[in-house]
């Protein structure tokens, strides 16, 4: 079968599509002939060495995927660490779901990750629970206008939320107030924490879903009012973060992890999203927004364009 292969650390030149053996499914897995795959920034993470658990490579690459189940031939979207970017993997069973009839590969490829980690980022925040009567919790979305921002935003309309959000350019915000973002905000304009006081006069939001690292997370801290919470799930600027824990006492906040990899491996708590994450889709709520598909062959060009930051929603790789 073709696969992505990563045959060393570096940028995207180290890409090659190479024949590789069919994977023969263990225990809990299944055969998946993938149609499609989600590109995600851990997956520009990992090409550069610095994804968490990452084997040597050579190693085909990809963490979702959609395609048809081999044993019943359903459409179904998973998650998996790697070789999700191949003709067939060798999926576990607990970590596929099946894929609305009407949706493309490409919108199965563009969900597992996005709306998983925008769900958990509310559950962490403590936002789950529709909220009915009193002002509408605040919450401020970092790259809003990404694959996690667009799904966190479809989210957050059905919770209630009042949606504020960064991105680098007025296109973007304008496309994702199509979505309902209520507040976007161009941090190459202007500085979000100002941003943040002049809009909330002076009161600051619940919580920050906050993935850039660096003197982000302070300037999340900054940004909340009384008991909010700061949800870290990463770091695209890939400096550490400077967060003074002092800093919290004041406002009785708290900074709280999020890793999709460690509560994949919980079945409790992914059958709970699972459950939630299906009844909405079911009612028509929630669709991926997949802003780009690359054919498999151009693979390198679908990195780039992530890296770069220049990716509106999610980057999707067509692999038959
Ligand atoms: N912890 C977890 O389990 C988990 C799961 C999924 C994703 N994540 C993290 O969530 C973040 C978003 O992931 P995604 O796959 O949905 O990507 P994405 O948001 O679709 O793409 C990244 C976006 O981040 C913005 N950005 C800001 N600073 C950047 C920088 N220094 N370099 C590159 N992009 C920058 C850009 O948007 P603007 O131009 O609009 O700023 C860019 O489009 C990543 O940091 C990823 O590692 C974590």
Same mark, same amino acid.
């Given at each position: 079968?073709?696969? *992505?292969?990563?045959?060393?650390? #570096? !940028? &995207?030149?180290?890409?090659?599509?190479?024949? %590789?053996?069919?994977?023969?499914? $263990?225990?809990?897995?299944?055969?998946?002939?993938?149609?499609?795959?989600?590109?995600?920034?851990?997956?520009?993470?990992?090409?550069?060495?610095?994804?968490?658990?990452?084997?040597?490579?050579?190693?085909?690459?990809?963490?979702?995927?959609?395609?048809?189940?081999?044993?019943?031939?359903?459409?179904?979207?998973?998650?998996?660490?790697?070789?999700?970017?191949?003709?067939?993997?060798?999926?576990?069973?607990?970590?596929?779901?099946?894929?609305?009839?009407?949706?493309?590969?490409?919108?199965?490829?563009?969900?597992?990750?996005?709306?998983?980690?925008?769900?958990?980022?509310?559950?962490?925040?403590? *936002?789950?629970?529709?909220?009915? #009567? !009193? &002002?509408?919790?605040?919450?401020?979305?970092? %790259?809003?206008?990404?694959?996690? $921002?667009?799904?966190?935003?479809?989210?957050?309309?059905?919770?209630?939320?009042?949606?504020?959000?960064?991105?680098?350019?007025?296109?973007?915000?304008?496309?994702?107030?199509?979505?309902?973002?209520?507040?976007?905000?161009?941090?190459?304009?202007?500085?979000?924490?100002?941003?943040?006081?002049?809009?909330?006069?002076?009161?600051?939001?619940?919580?920050?879903?906050?993935?850039?690292?660096?003197?982000?997370?302070?300037?999340?801290?900054?940004?909340?009012?009384?008991?909010?919470?700061?949800?870290?799930?990463?770091?695209?600027?890939?400096?550490?973060?400077?967060?003074?824990?002092?800093?919290?006492?004041?406002?009785?906040?708290?900074?709280? !992890?999020?890793?999709?990899?460690?509560?994949?491996?919980?079945?409790?708590?992914?059958?709970?999203?699972?459950?939630?994450?299906?009844?909405?889709?079911?009612?028509?709520?929630?669709?991926?927004?997949?802003?780009?598909?690359?054919?498999?062959?151009?693979?390198?060009?679908?990195?780039?364009?992530?890296?770069?930051?220049?990716?509106?929603?999610?980057?999707?790789?067509?692999?038959?």
């Amino acid at each position: 079968m073709k696969a *992505l292969v990563i045959t060393r650390m #570096g !940028g &995207p030149e180290v890409l090659e599509i190479q024949q %590789a053996p069919d994977p023969v499914p $263990g225990m809990n897995q299944e055969l998946v002939r993938v149609e499609a795959g989600g590109l995600n920034f851990a997956d520009v993470m990992t090409l550069q060495g610095g994804y968490p658990g990452t084997p040597k490579p050579p190693l085909v690459a990809g963490r979702e995927f959609c395609g048809i189940r081999e044993r019943d031939g359903q459409r179904v979207m998973g998650y998996t660490q790697w070789a999700a970017f191949a003709e067939r993997m060798a999926a576990h069973s607990a970590l596929l779901w099946p894929v609305p009839i009407e949706w493309s590969a490409a919108e199965g490829a563009a969900f597992p990750v996005n709306y998983l980690t925008a769900y958990f980022a509310y559950w962490k925040a403590g *936002l789950l629970e529709k909220q009915s #009567g !009193g &002002p509408a919790p605040r919450v401020l979305i970092h %790259a809003v206008a990404g694959g996690v $921002g667009t799904a966190a935003v479809q989210i957050g309309k059905l919770l209630g939320v009042e949606m504020y959000g960064t991105s680098s350019s007025e296109e973007k915000l304008a496309r994702v107030k199509e979505l309902s973002l209520q507040h976007g905000i161009n941090y190459k304009q202007r500085d979000y924490e100002d941003a943040i006081k002049e809009l909330t006069y002076g009161d600051g939001v619940d919580a920050v879903f906050e993935m850039l690292g660096g003197e982000h997370t302070a300037k999340s801290v900054r940004c909340l009012r009384d008991f909010g919470r700061v949800i870290v799930y990463g770091n695209a600027t890939g400096q550490k973060s400077t967060v003074d824990p002092r800093t919290l006492y004041a406002k009785g906040a708290s900074v709280h !992890g999020l890793w999709l990899t460690y509560l994949s491996q919980n079945p409790k708590v992914m059958e709970s999203a699972w459950k939630q994450l299906s009844t909405w889709i079911q009612q028509g709520h929630l669709k991926p927004i997949v802003g780009h598909v690359f054919p498999f062959s151009k693979a390198a060009a679908a990195y780039q364009l992530l890296q770069k930051g220049s990716n509106f929603g999610k980057v999707v790789l067509q692999i038959v």
